[in-house]
């Protein structure tokens, strides 16, 4: 007996509420197992010692303790928010909404939402294909999208999470401190969530393929009606498939369907967004290869007896099963682009971008249908169009000089052999070939077309798409081969192009040198004098200033130049002379060679920049003090201790460790002072003291060369190209192309990037905003995917 429809409906609405139940009663439990695993984890982390740059033990057992406190009112309150969340009604999702914006106003409900949308955007990254087959069915039941409030997002509940942690009583220091192994542990329990109602959906056959693809294509239909009568009106109403991207890419703001604004979302929460609105397309994506491929069933390849072969690149198995014809035709496609002005491009006074670009986006529309013609299954098909679509948008760019436009077109044959036959092309962000790609054009889409002709970059690029095309078969292994070579390439080339950059770069780097050896001697001096009856004055001008003074002049001579170990004899002589003496003899000796060691004292505080009156209080003072160890009591310290230390401070730099700091001063003055060179060309931005968290520390640490910023410096913006970074990272170069230099360091540059002063110009990549203005043409014309 057929089952009615409003019977059939109510069935449906009741599958997809008992789905949520599970959802929800899943997070429920997995809670516990969170606090167990976590506690777990960190008692095996405080078991080991601490490695260099590790958290202190101390720092991360107050941390447990404090979890450990507050656990049980953390998995109380989220308990509570996700149930309530199972609560139906608009009600629900109006108050849910004004509260976000409410908190908006508040660093703290905003560092939340960052935390909680990096979370989401993890836990998306390793759910993908199950939540996207949930989210699907869902929507097949009931016959609607997913509510921008709905439990089943990952950013709702992961912001419920980060809500929960709140109103425990847990503070944000906590979270910082535990967050690597919190987010890991959250994310297991998302992904086996996710793949438990994928599982139960399978067991009450609640949706086919069929069924999913027929309901995609009413939803679409649908809704562009509603879109065109939106139009008229002046609304923007979202289509099918950038509401559920947006949605899903949204910083669990409210903000669905628009691009997060730096102005709303400042520092790493712009990148997260970006991040999750890039993951999300490539769900899109797979949401279509999936339901094609499902559609063919298990009948192979369309076209019948079509003899057929799985391509298999460098990045592994899985790929589609494609024709013998395709396979021929893309081994004979590359020569229709060489034909489009690839070798002979006319200059930029020549033609306008328009007219350079022009043949070439005909020549890759006629490769591509050529493709389709000879392609035998759908997923073929859509796999050609995709990537089709994503070139043409990489060639519609005009923030990359045309000429180099064009040579990202040649990769297109390269790129879709490597989609066809690697699923992770559509899976990972980080593909080699997407990396490459953005890398690239990250890099070059700063510059106008006059200033990157002829460049060094301009042919590294060229060079790089030319050794893809020689090796068509490798897959994604000569993509990562190229991609750590460009890497290379941008390490040393972007401050090579001028003798003023060079010489930049070689300033920074021995201020870098110069402060991290001042810490190692101070370290050295206190661990030589630490048992030794030395004035407290003394103690202290040694570890301050003359530490200074010998790692200056170490990076200004070198280390067994006679200045440095002439200085090393001072503070030698300096620690004998203001010790006890009780015979005279020592005392004559003091006496005659005092004169000597004021003046090497003078010029090594001179060497450091202390000058003038300040130079002549500490000279006085010191004077003060050894006139005053021949009246002092204290013990004298012993002949072989002085030698001793002569010979440690002789060989000092065989016991230096690598100590990395960020915490000294930094100044164009204090440059010049020190290494004696003109800085009238660059801005030195120095730290300031300001606090900045660690998330948007951890994401200026890993900023990649070659990438673009916009610069608000003293009210001035300006395009900046971030050319060089220190050894240790603690100081980094911006290039404008007029030839202005800005130094940060690296807390103050932290601050410039958390308060939107430094702001990237390309946060989504060029590959994710090709497949999402691919999406949109789909969106559109859903029937050009196949024809």
């Given at each position: 007996?057929?089952?009615?429809?409003?019977?059939?409906?109510?069935?449906?609405?009741?599958?997809?509420?008992?789905?949520?139940?599970?959802?929800?009663?899943?997070?429920?439990?997995?809670?516990?197992?969170?606090?167990?695993?976590?506690?777990?984890?960190?008692?095996?982390?405080?078991?080991?010692?601490?490695?260099?740059?590790?958290?202190?033990?101390?720092?991360?057992?107050?941390?447990?303790?404090?979890?450990?406190?507050?656990?049980?009112?953390?998995?109380?309150?989220?308990?509570?928010?996700?149930?309530?969340?199972?609560?139906?009604?608009?009600?629900?999702?109006?108050?849910?909404?004004?509260?976000?914006?409410?908190?908006?106003?508040?660093?703290?409900?905003?560092?939340?939402?960052?935390?909680?949308?990096?979370?989401?955007?993890?836990?998306?990254?390793?759910?993908?294909?199950?939540?996207?087959?949930?989210?699907?069915?869902?929507?097949?039941?009931?016959?609607?999208?997913?509510?921008?409030?709905?439990?089943?997002?990952?950013?709702?509940?992961?912001?419920?999470?980060?809500?929960?942690?709140?109103?425990?009583?847990?503070?944000?220091?906590?979270?910082?401190?535990?967050?690597?192994?919190?987010?890991?542990?959250?994310?297991?329990?998302?992904?086996?969530?996710?793949?438990?109602?994928?599982?139960?959906?399978?067991?009450?056959?609640?949706?086919?393929?069929?069924?999913?693809?027929?309901?995609?294509?009413?939803?679409?239909?649908?809704?562009?009606?509603?879109?065109?009568?939106?139009?008229?009106?002046?609304?923007?109403?979202?289509?099918?498939?950038?509401?559920?991207?947006?949605?899903?890419?949204?910083?669990?703001?409210?903000?669905?369907?628009?691009?997060?604004?730096?102005?709303?979302?400042?520092?790493?929460?712009?990148?997260?967004?970006?991040?999750?609105?890039?993951?999300?397309?490539?769900?899109?994506?797979?949401?279509?290869?999936?339901?094609?491929?499902?559609?063919?069933?298990?009948?192979?390849?369309?076209?019948?007896?079509?003899?057929?072969?799985?391509?298999?690149?460098?990045?592994?198995?899985?790929?589609?099963?494609?024709?013998?014809?395709?396979?021929?035709?893309?081994?004979?496609?590359?020569?229709?682009?060489?034909?489009?002005?690839?070798?002979?491009?006319?200059?930029?006074?020549?033609?306008?971008?328009?007219?350079?670009?022009?043949?070439?986006?005909?020549?890759?529309?006629?490769?591509?249908?050529?493709?389709?013609?000879?392609?035998?299954?759908?997923?073929?098909?859509?796999?050609i169009e995709i990537i089709a679509l994503m070139f043409q948008s990489i060639l519609n760019e005009d923030r990359i000089p045309a000429g180099i436009r064009i040579w990202f077109a040649r990769l297109q044959v390269p790129v879709l052999r490597v989609a066809l036959a690697e699923p992770a092309f559509f899976n990972d962000m980080e593909h080699p070939a997407r990396q490459l790609i953005d890398r690239m054009g990250a890099c070059v889409l700063g510059f106008e077309a006059s200033a990157l002709s002829g460049t060094a970059l301009e042919a590294e690029v060229k060079r790089v798409v030319q050794v893809i095309e020689q090796y068509p078969e490798t897959g994604s292994r000569v993509f990562q081969l190229v991609l750590k070579e460009f890497q290379k390439f941008l390490e040393t080339n972007l401050t090579e192009q001028t003798p003023k950059a060079q010489e930049l770069v070689s300033l920074a780097q021995q201020v870098e040198q110069k402060e991290t050896l001042a810490i190692q001697y101070t370290i050295q001096l206190r661990d030589m004098l630490l048992d030794m009856p030395v004035d407290g004055e003394v103690r202290e001008f040694l570890f301050k200033q003359w530490s200074d003074v010998l790692a200056m002049s170490t990076i200004r001579f070198g280390a067994e130049h006679e200045n440095t170990k002439k200085f090393k004899q001072a503070a030698l002589d300096l620690v004998w002379s203001a010790s006890a003496k009780p015979s005279k003899e020592e005392r004559a000796k003091v006496i005659r060679q005092l004169p000597v060691l004021q003046t090497v004292l003078r010029q090594g505080l001179t060497l450091a920049g202390v000058l003038n009156e300040r130079q002549d209080e500490i000279v006085k003072s010191l004077m003060d003090i050894v006139a005053g160890a021949f009246l002092a009591k204290t013990h004298e310290i012993p002949r072989e201790r002085i030698e001793a230390m002569a010979q440690r401070l002789a060989h000092l730099e065989d016991a230096l460790d690598d100590v990395v700091t960020e915490d000294y001063p930094l100044s164009a003055e204090s440059i010049e002072l020190m290494l004696g060179i003109d800085t009238t060309a660059i801005h030195v931005i120095a730290d300031n003291g300001t606090q900045v968290s660690p998330e948007v520390l951890e994401w200026a640490k890993h900023l990649a060369v070659g990438h673009w910023f916009m610069l608000d410096h003293n009210g001035s913006p300006m395009q900046v190209q971030y050319a060089w970074h220190s050894e240790r990272r603690q100081l980094q170069l911006f290039a404008a192309l007029s030839g202005v230099y800005f130094l940060f360091q690296l807390r103050r540059m932290g601050n410039y990037l958390q308060s939107g002063l430094l702001v990237p110009r390309d946060a989504e990549g060029i590959t994710a905003r090709a497949a999402r203005d691919a999406l949109a043409k789909i969106e559109a014309n859903p029937e050009r995917l196949l024809q």
């Open positions: 007996m057929a089952v009615a429809p409003s019977h059939q409906r109510i069935w449906q609405k009741k599958l997809a509420r008992q789905a949520r139940l599970r959802f929800v009663g899943g997070l429920c439990a997995g809670l516990p197992v969170v606090i167990l695993q976590l506690n777990q984890q960190l008692a095996a982390i405080l078991a080991k010692p601490i490695v260099d740059g590790g958290r202190s033990h101390v720092a991360l057992s107050d941390a447990l303790k404090k979890l450990e406190q507050h656990q049980k009112a953390w998995i109380d309150a989220a308990t509570k928010l996700f149930r309530q969340s199972l609560l139906s009604g608009d009600a629900q999702e109006d108050t849910s909404s004004s509260s976000l914006m409410l908190e908006l106003v508040t660093d703290e409900a905003m560092n939340g939402k960052i935390f909680a949308s990096r979370m989401a955007a993890q836990v998306l990254e390793a759910v993908a294909p199950a939540f996207d087959h949930v989210r699907r069915v869902t929507q097949f039941l009931e016959d609607e999208e997913l509510g921008t409030s709905d439990i089943l997002r990952p950013e709702i509940w992961c912001q419920k999470l980060m809500e929960a942690w709140e109103s425990a009583g847990l503070d944000r220091a906590t979270l910082e401190m535990l967050r690597t192994e919190l987010l890991a542990q959250i994310t297991d329990v998302g992904a086996r969530n996710y793949e438990s109602v994928q599982q139960f959906y399978s067991e009450q056959n609640a949706a086919t393929e069929e069924d999913l693809k027929s309901s995609r294509i009413k939803r679409t239909e649908g809704e562009a009606a509603s879109g065109a009568a939106a139009a008229s009106s002046g609304q923007v109403v979202p289509g099918a498939f950038s509401a559920n991207m947006s949605a899903r890419a949204g910083l669990a703001t409210g903000m669905v369907d628009v691009a997060p604004s730096f102005a709303a979302v400042q520092g790493m929460g712009a990148i997260a967004a970006a991040k999750q609105k890039a993951t999300g397309v490539l769900a899109q994506l797979r949401g279509f290869l999936g339901g094609l491929a499902g559609s063919a069933g298990g009948g192979g390849v369309a076209g019948g007896g079509a003899t057929a072969r799985t391509v298999q690149g460098g990045g592994g198995g899985g790929g589609v099963l494609i024709s013998h014809a395709l396979q021929q035709a893309l081994i004979a496609q590359p020569s229709m682009m060489e034909s489009a002005w690839f070798d002979t491009v006319p200059g930029p006074t020549q033609y306008g971008a328009a007219h350079i670009i022009a043949p070439v986006a005909m020549a890759a529309r006629q490769q591509s249908s050529s493709l389709k013609s000879v392609a035998t299954s759908d997923e073929e098909k859509a796999i």
